[in-house]
């Protein structure tokens, strides 16, 4: 048997775990609900968080001003079919922290402290067994780190005509949000697409860099937002998840945004953007004489900075009932990056989201998505040149693409069981690995 099928620790702490998940719906919520009286069952099924008040603390906290929070997160994937090896992988994520009110603390009104702590821990599927380009279980991103992804002031002003935020916080958390995609497990999809992040340099949570940026809406259906943010390389480094201090250049985004609601009911968001990197980057085909670096392993000329463009819409084409949550939503965005030095020429993923597929369960989703990533021609072209010179030594990358399925079940407000089917396409790139078949669940448990 190849070393790479062999089960190993990893595999059976997956498989446990994927186990574990089950039973907490299945055996152990149960359980708990046979030691309840009838009005406390009902009580603590229909709670926000899965520990309540805390015996009227958390209430006193945000009277006070001091709304705490802490999530878990845990992501699971197995491939029967398709990639390098077969395996199952799990990880996890767990956010703690507060938002500070300032008007109710000092008196200052309109005015936010957000403070938000991570860690991170498991193993990935892509990276161990399929070899693909966007992790199926996009928690992994991540890495294995103890983090800081958010502490920074938000101010308010004009009925919130003006928005300020300035401090420590992921680019990702104010510009270029998809919303509908991160109904998904893949890194593809879910917040920053994967695909803009690797081009463009900027950070998504729970990554972070020093920055500011403004969001004018004059209405409340036109919006224009830009910032100034310090690039930080290190932070993504798995074991500087505390690197506040290093930076390589400033990255300035710029969005603007229109948010039309036809008759009330039928919402939408189009969003217009388009970024620059200041920072020393490598092109991906030119060597500093000018020549293909894949042809005369000269290094590759360095770029001084580096850009991409993005559009992104979101739309309600339908709603069940005026006044229903049950809806239809569709969603788009396309991408394209700095052909000098971009991993991905250019990227795109649509997909639908269908809230409250029955009538009975208007929380749960069912969502659809599909992704498409295609190399950087001269990134290509640079491999193509590399295999030239010596046969084999390195693979020739076109495209990747993603398909992904969800259903989404909110067992209670504070408990998401979230299974998955994706279909990996052109894993790596390369034409050397099968297409792969994943089986995933995401979970989400609010305390």
Known sequence: MPIAMQPNVKHLAAGATILLSILLALRVCPVLAQSMSTSQLNGWLSQATLTGDWGGVRTYLENLGIDPRTEFFTESAA?????????ARYTQEIDFGANLDLDRLVGLPHGTVQ?????????????????????????FVAGQSFRLPELNYQQDFFTDKISLEAGWAPV???????MLFCAFQNAAFCGHASAMTINSGAQNFPFAQWGAHIKVRPESTFYFATGLYQVNSNEVTPDKGLNMLSGTGVFVPIEVGWLPDWSGALTGA??????????PTPDVLTDVNGGSAGLTGAPFETREGRWGTYLIVNQTI????????RSLRIGGLAGMGDPETARFGYFASGGWLLQGPFSHREDDFLAMAVAYARTNPRLTQFQEDRDAVGSGSVGIQTYESIVEIDYGAWITPWLLLQPNLQYVINPGGTGHISNAFVLGIHTDVTF
């Open 270 to 279: 189009y969003k217009l953007g388009a970024y620059y990197n200041s920072s």
């Open 318 to 325: 339908y709603r069940f009932r005026p006044q229903s949550r």
């Open 115 to 139: 403070i938000t702590l991570t860690d991170d821990t498991g193993s990935s599927l892509s990276n161990d067994a399929i070899g693909n380009q966007f992790q199926v279980q996009e928690l």
């Open 172 to 178: 990702g958390d104010s510009f270029a949000q998809p």
């Open 79 to 87: 491939n029967p079919i398709g990639g390098e090896a077969q395996a």
